[in-house]
């Protein structure tokens, strides 16, 4: 599976290849923005897996709590049916 950024930077080598091929001229200030842009839905996207997995980390922990948890209750239980 390819990241967001593969995808814009073919996208974007895709569009100035087309552009250049249908003779129009590129101005280095409208390459700069189209480049700050990329680098900023890089960075999001980036953002955004750190975030989600810092979210898988937290939901695993809330898994593992919840497991101990029914182990204990569970053996508990068998230890007073034991009795």
């Known amino acids: ?9 073919a996208s974007t080598s895709a569009q100035i290849k087309l ?3 249908n003779g129009l001229r ?3 200030s409208d390459v700069s923005k189209s480049f ?10 980036q953002l955004f897996m750190t975030e989600l997995t810092s979210a898988r980390h937290i939901l695993a ?3 593992c709590a919840t497991s101990i ?8 239980q068998l230890t ?3 009795n």
């Not at 599976?1 to 930077?9: D, E, G, I, Q, V």
């Not at 948890?69 to 508990?76: D, G």
């Open 1 to 9: 599976m390819h990241s967001t950024a593969f995808y814009l930077k």
């Open 19 to 21: 552009a250049l091929s």
């Open 26 to 28: 590129l101005i280095w």
């Open 36 to 45: 700050d842009a990329f680098r900023a839905d890089v960075h999001r996207e």
């Open 61 to 63: 922990k809330i898994d």
């Open 69 to 76: 948890a029914m182990s204990s209750k569970l053996a508990y």
């Open 80 to 82: 007073k049916l034991a």
